[in-house]
Structure formats: structure tokens, C-alpha cells
């Protein structure tokens, strides 16, 4: 094949050495593997960072993606399409993506004009509905699939429906190492005459090691001569999470259980070679796993490859790997069984030197080389078929046909409006006015902010100083004694009402609703999940419907995660019932609203209805929704065709004169969240253009022409005046942008990825 190859220049896509995970490890073998079995092919790689400024990479990384930013992928599949390459091998894994269940990838994929061969590392049996949609649009957009475990392509057969002719079988490629004696390795370890049980990789809670821990006094008893290695740093993400919080627990346990003499931990990410002097030293392997849907394990191929004794957890590769006694299968979370196998294995000579032969003949067909030999197959195949499938040509998009720009996100204002108590509610021209102090409405709406930017990736550490503070805030606000939150509060820190507006508990549920179904910081979800279950009760009280919507749209996000609660259930079948018949009693020919004035918020009523009808099937109570939507969207269409919200000096009442200013940040506010949620119900992009509309309106396209946004600050005037803009930037006008462009980027990432939107938090 090395003479007859026509595949010139391969990229391979995914993390690279010296990012450190087992994606960035396989990646950099497998492009070494394939340069060196084909010379004359050119290998490059295209690398995903997870951090700022990335990593120093080797020269064959040509190309560096930026996790969370979709224009990143949008550049790199640019560069790739302008260089010639002949194939795209792309490296899958949820989690190394940005987007909702990874989806930027898809983004990066459509834009490709050559071959895409994937390799998955993760199958799923029993996906989310968004990681679901992900799968099936990356099988269409991949000209081959590689599973490198049968009971991978079965699944990816009888779940995901994959065309059985599309998937190669190519096992996980190993380092080529002799059968040699355990003995020749311990002393560079210093660990000669001793029994050696390892246990290596990345470190994190899901190893299990604690049950090796557990089970070491016991096989102690039978072989006082074995000590356990445990090798590996911990894992980049568990260490930013979490800190070294596992692995001292570990250590803990160790010396509770006196057998710290016995253990030896290497808090290292050793190197190719090093890693194989760890593994000839062992005389057994263990991989105590808690998980069983792990479909691949590059630690377990590389032992078993090497010949080591294994005793491992039945998760999914394990179990298939070890079968025919090439291995020993224990369950999970046994410390006692994991005790006895090593015990019949460290007895039974014979049948571990077996079992060491024959994983080490099965091990031949999996060294590198070979494995390089099976891609390239894969490879020219997907040639062969991009050829008849005459992947698009690289045309040059017109502006219909590309992303648009949104302004770049600025939080300097946000910043400076924010100090350790909370956000600051009014400011003179750009300067917090101390004078007017704090509100929970602002640290709630700071807080949603805060959450939404994260899911986008943009500065973790400062959003969760501010997400920190603003659910401080919201904590301290809530009085336990009447189930209400307070709204107001001096700059002294005194409360200056008994107990705030309707609208305000509902805004604070809302923001509390966030907290639990969309923040990955797990004290930030149980903060809010108990301050939500005290406050929700007084909401079915309340008479403002608005109060009510806010409440919905955290109902929503709350049952995001924790769909099964029947009293936050029963609230929302409530509340929904409560606006319908509150439309029913007011619409009329011609006004097809909630209530007789149009006033502050508005899209808000008609957001609740659309979420809810759809999050409960109720065809009809969405249709009600998006019926009420399009009705006062189409009421805030201007001559020219611009967003023009109703005007706060008088508001609307039916019959009467409609104000048309002062015009408010919020109204703009509104009508994107709810355009967008409707784009989402429907797949309608006429939604997402009206959307699109009111978006605008912060950046000139409004009656006056002016930009209400600062572009260096990221500041919001208050409000558009029949002349000018009010220059004061308040929270509630900056932080309507700020979460107006928040979630216009999300929608963006969406409609770049799939066809058609998926509903967030699904």
C-alpha cells in the first residue's frame, strides 16, 4: 500500500501530546504511526485547546482550535479545505468539543470538502436527546466510522442506526514491547523482590482505586510481599475542579487501612518509554473502573498488549477484551472480590503465565504499526467514496450564507458595576451610583448571565467570582421567616423593604431555576435547589403574570435536571393553566394579549406559554404561545421594518394611544429570549431572523439609528429617548444586552451546527 497510496496529506483532528489526556495521547501515536508506516503521505494535526494560550506543540500541530469559540472551528476547517488535504481523521469525544454535547465539531465538519474519517472513542447507550442528535449528524457528516471494540459497532448499529458498511473495526493501537520477566524492570522502581500490582492513567474519582485500597489488608495476608503502584497525574479537569482533594483521600484511606508501606503513588504523566519500564514491572494489572458504558480504554489495551495479567471491572471494553480467559472480570465496587482474584492469580502461576501468553499473541494484532496499516485502509476507502460523493467545492459564501458577526463580549462595565456584595442597580453616564445601592432583580439577571457565559466558555474564573457573589446575594436576600425574598438594599447593606415585589420572587426563581438545571458548580445547584423549594410555594399565590412567567421559565430549567419532582410539576401545570385562562379572558379581535395594557416585559408571557407547551407536550398551549409571540412581534414592527418596543411613557392599552418611548433595554431583551425559544419549539428560522430583529435594536437599527451598546465596555444606555440615548448605564439595561448576547451566541453555535436547533438544557 506504502507504493500504491494516493493519499497524499492526512489531518488529524483532536487534542495532542502535551495536552494530557488519553485522547492526546492516542492522537499524537496514531498520526506517528501512520508517517512512519507511509513516508511518502504527509501527516499533520489540528488541535483542540482547553486553556488559554494552549500548549507548546511539536511543529506537526499546523493548527490550533480554541474549545469554546465557533469561529476557531470555522477558521480551521478554512485552512484545511486552502491545504490540500487529501483526508480528515477526526478523533470523537463529547467532552473535548465546545457547544452542547460538543456540537461545534459538527460546524467544523460541514465546512469540510474532503473525506472525514471518525474514530469514536465514546458510544453511548443510552444518550441525551442533544448528545443523540450529535452522534447522528456526525455518522452524516463522516464518510467512515472506526470503533475499535465489536460491541461499539453493534451499538452504533442498533442505536444510532449506522450503515453497517460504513464501520471499520481497527482495535486500539499498543506500543510494540517484549514478553519479558517482571523481575528485569523492579529495580529501576525500587521495588525487587516485591509483587507488583499497578494501576496507571489519569486520575479521578470514576477509577474506583479506593476498592484496590480496600482490598490490599487482605491480600497482605496471603502475599506480604505486594506493593500497589498507582501511576498517573490527576486528571487536568478533576485538578481545576477539585484540586488534589481525590487523590489525598486515597492517601487518607491508605493509612487507615495500614497499608501505606505497601503503596507507592507516582503523581506523574510519564513519558512513552517510562511508561513502559512501569508496566514490564508489573506482575498484575488492575483496572478497577466504576463505569461501565467505557467503551475504549488506552491503559487496558496497553497492559493487555504487553502480556500483564489483568484483573479488571466488566466495564464495556473490558469485558469483551478479557473474555476466554485472557483476563479476570470482578464487579464493581468490590474491594473483596478484587482481593480474592488477586490472591487465586498471585497462587496459581500457571494459569497467570496462561493468561499472560494469550493476551500477549491477541496483543500482536494490535501494535501500532499494524493499526496504521488498518487506518490507511480506512483511508483510502473514504477516498474512494468522497470521489463519488463529489463533497462540495470550496465556493466563496455571500453574507446570507455565513455566521454573521455579533460584538465581542465585554464585561469591563459588568465589572465595575459589582463589588463583594452584589451588582450595583443604577449608574450616573458609566459610574456606579452608590446612592441607589443593590436589587436582587440585578443579581439575579447577573447570575443567569454568569451561568449562560459559562456554558460558552468564556472567562471561567471571572464569571465565577461574579456567579459566587450575585448567589450570595440572592441567599442572603431571601427571608425564611415569609418564604419572600427582599428586594432592595442600601449601600450600607441594610434591607429597605419588608419584602419585595411579585415580580422579583419570580425573577429570583427563575435565576435559582439556572442554578440547579445549568451550573456544572455543584454547590451553586444545591444552593439553589433548597432555596427553590422554599420559595416556589408563594408563587402560585401571587396575581402578577408576569411574576408567574419568570417563575415558569426557572421551572423549566429546574426540571432541566430534575424532571421527576411532582410538586415543581404540579406548580407548573398551575401557572400555565393560570395564563391561558387569563388570555382567554382577554383576547379579543385584534388583541390577541393576556391583558389590556402592553407594558414592561411583554414577550415574556408569551416565552412561558411556548416553554411550557412544549416541555409538556401540549401542542395546543404551544400553538397559544407562539400565536400571542408573533402577534406582539409583529405589533413592534416599525415602517422601515426595525424592532420598536413599546415605550414605557404610557405603555399601550387596548383602544388607547401606544406609546413609543421611552423604548426599553428589557423589551428587547424579551424578544429575543422568546424568539429564540420559539426557534427552538419549531425549527422555524423565521423565528430565529425576528430574533435577530430585536437584537439589533442595541446596535443602531431602532428609530433613532444609535447604538445603545458600547462596544469597548459592554455597557447598555438606560433607554431610548425620542431624541437621544439616556447615557446612564444601569445593570438592568447592561446586563439586558450582556444576556441578549449571550443568547444570541448560543443560537448561533446551534444554527452553525445542525440543521435544525435542539432545546437547551435537553
Known sequence: MQQTSKVLKIAFVGNHLPRKCGIATFTTDLLAAVATAHPQTQCIAVSMNDIKGGYEYPEVVRFEIEEQDLSSYLRAADYLNISNVDIVCLQHEFGIFGGPAGSHILAFLRELRMPVVTTLHTVLREPRTDQRRVMQELISLSTRLIVMTERGRQMLEDIYHAPTTKIDLIAHGIPDVGFVDPTYFKDQFGVEGKVVLLTFGLLSPNKGIEYVLNALPHILEQFPEVVYIVLGATHPNELREHGEAYRVSLEMLAKKNQVEKNVIFYNDFVELENLKEFIGAADLYITPYLNEAQITSGTLAYTFGAGKAVVSTPYWHAAELLAEDRGVLVPFADADAIAREVVALLRDDTRRHAMRKNAYRMGREMIWSNVAQLYMR?????????????????????????????????????????????????????????????????????????????????????????????????????????????????????????????????????????????????????????????????????????????????????????????????????????????????????????????????????????????????????????????????????????????????????????????????????????????????????????????????????????????????????????????????????????????????????????????????
Request: aromatic share 10%; charged share 20%; net charge negative.
Open 378 to 762: 480506512s483511508f483510502e476507502l473514504s477516498r474512494l467514496q468522497g470521489a463519488a460523493l463529489s463533497r462540495k467545492s470550496l465556493i466563496a459564501k455571500t453574507l446570507d450564507k455565513r455566521p454573521r458577526e455579533l460584538p465581542e463580549l465585554k464585561l469591563d462595565h459588568l465589572c465595575r458595576m459589582t463589588d463583594s456584595t452584589g451588582v450595583f442597580q443604577h449608574a450616573i453616564f458609566g459610574v456606579p451610583n452608590f446612592a441607589e445601592g443593590y436589587c436582587t432583580d440585578d443579581n439575579a439577571r447577573a447570575f443567569i448571565l454568569a451561568v449562560l457565559l459559562g456554558e460558552l466558555g468564556e472567562e471561567p474564573e471571572r464569571l465565577r467570582g461574579m456567579a459566587t457573589t450575585c448567589a450570595a446575594f440572592l441567599h442572603h436576600a431571601f427571608d425564611r421567616s415569609t418564604k419572600r425574598f427582599h428586594n432592595h438594599m442600601s449601600f450600607d447593606r441594610a434591607w429597605l423593604d419588608t419584602q419585595g415585589s411579585e415580580d422579583c420572587q419570580g425573577r429570583a426563581l427563575w435565576a435559582l431555576g439556572v442554578g440547579v438545571g445549568r451550573s456544572p458548580i455543584r454547590s451553586f445547584q444545591m444552593m439553589a435547589g433548597q432555596l427553590f423549594a422554599l420559595a416556589l410555594p408563594a408563587l402560585t399565590d401571587f396575581t402578577s403574570p408576569r411574576a408567574w412567567a419568570f417563575g415558569l421559565i426557572g421551572i423549566h430549567e429546574y426540571l432541566g435536571r430534575l424532571s421527576g419532582d411532582s410538586l415543581v410539576n404540579q406548580a407548573r401545570d398551575t401557572l400555565t393553566c393560570r395564563l391561558v385562562e387569563l388570555l382567554d379572558r382577554n383576547a379579543k379581535p385584534g388583541w390577541c394579549w393576556f391583558e389590556e395594557e402592553l407594558s414592561y416585559d411583554n414577550a415574556k408571557l408569551a416565552h412561558a406559554l411556548i416553554l411550557s407547551g412544549h416541555d409538556t407536550g401540549r401542542p395546543e398551549i404551544l400553538e397559544r404561545g407562539l400565536n400571542t409571540l408573533n402577534w406582539v412581534n409583529e405589533l413592534q414592527i416599525s415602517e422601515q421594518g426595525h424592532f420598536r418596543p413599546i415605550g414605557s411613557n404610557g405603555f399601550y392599552h387596548r383602544g388607547g394611544m401606544r406609546a413609543n418611548f421611552d423604548q426599553q433595554p428589557i423589551e428587547a431583551q424579551a424578544m429575543v429570549q422568546a424568539c429564540l425559544e420559539a426557534y427552538r419549539a419549531t425549527s422555524d428560522m423565521w423565528w430565529y431572523e425576528q430574533a435577530e430583529r430585536a437584537f439589533d435594536w442595541f446596535l443602531g437599527w431602532n428609530d433613532l439609528g444609535l447604538e445603545l451598546y458600547s462596544p469597548e465596555t459592554g455597557a447598555c444606555g438606560d433607554g431610548l429617548h425620542v431624541d437621544r440615548v439616556n447615557e446612564n448605564q444601569g445593570a438592568e439595561s447592561t446586563l439586558a444586552f450582556l444576556l441578549s448576547l449571550a443568547e444570541m451566541r448560543a443560537a448561533q453555535n446551534m444554527v452553525a451546527s445542525f440543521k435544525a436547533p435542539i432545546a437547551i438544557g435537553a
